[in-house]
């Protein structure tokens, strides 16, 4: 079935230094990647998504593309802040009216 | 827009009480509806999904139970609590113009002593 794999965390990072989060995944078909951000004690936010090869979605400074040859989605950003402190999650959705698939979650803390 | 509600925010239950948590979407229609439950420092675990009025999936079985009585309007419930049945609550929806892309609640966190 299809399946996502997200770096383990937590990642823990100086203010400014620049962010990666690995993200793979395995699908029949031709799915649609997203990243998701949950905020403590808050629920998931969409953070930026793409729906085919070589897209790249963005949002707050946050950049990933979909890789096609590589299976791949892999979030970044150049500076990351304090307030990017939270877990961000990988998913994929393929065909309509069924569940999101999820990746564990990276933890990302940002110390000053 | 579209906005989704969960609620109550935060319940603290005994062990063996019922549940019935709440989440209602507002601006669209004939939404797909999810449940997910987030243990403490863990992943997504999808309990429930429904594509229509009546129409419940179930993904994991256990405690609890979904009903889905209006359009817009997902139940959780319980008869028994088990203490294994803490957690961070949330709900989902998808559909119209944004089909395949998931919006969640707010969530509710659930504390069983």
């Known amino acids: 079935g299809d399946s996502v794999t997200q770096m383990e965390g937590p990642v823990t990072l100086s203010e400014e230094a620049f962010l990666t989060i690995n993200c793979t995944y395995t699908a029949t078909g031709y799915p649609s990647l997203f990243w998701y951000v949950q905020y403590p004690g808050e629920g998931l936010q969409l953070l930026l998504k793409a729906t085919k090869a070589d897209d790249k979605g963005s949002n707050k400074g946050f950049e990933a593309t979909y890789r096609k040859e590589t299976t791949s989605f892999h979030l970044e950003k150049g500076s990351v802040q304090v307030s990017d402190s939270a877990v961000y999650f990988c998913a994929l959705s393929t065909l309509g009216n069924t569940p999101l698939v999820f990746g564990k979650g990276t933890r990302l803390s940002v110390i000053a | 827009s579209q906005t989704i509600h969960q609620w109550p925010a935060t319940l603290v239950q005994p062990v063996g009480s019922p549940l019935s948590l709440e989440c209602t979407v507002e601006g669209t229609s004939n939404p797909n509806l999810y449940w997910y439950r987030q243990a403490a420092g863990r992943g997504l675990q999808l309990l429930f999904y429904s594509v229509g009025i009546g129409q419940i999936s179930s993904e994991v079985p256990q405690n609890l139970s979904a009903s889905r009585p209006q359009d817009r309007q997902f139940i959780l419930s319980s008869k028994k609590l088990l203490l294994s049945d803490s957690g961070f609550y949330l709900c989902?929806?998808?559909?119209?113009?944004?089909?395949?892309?998931?919006?969640f609640g707010p969530g509710t966190r659930l504390l069983v002593l």
């Open positions: 989902a929806w998808e559909g119209g113009r944004t089909a395949g892309t998931q919006y």
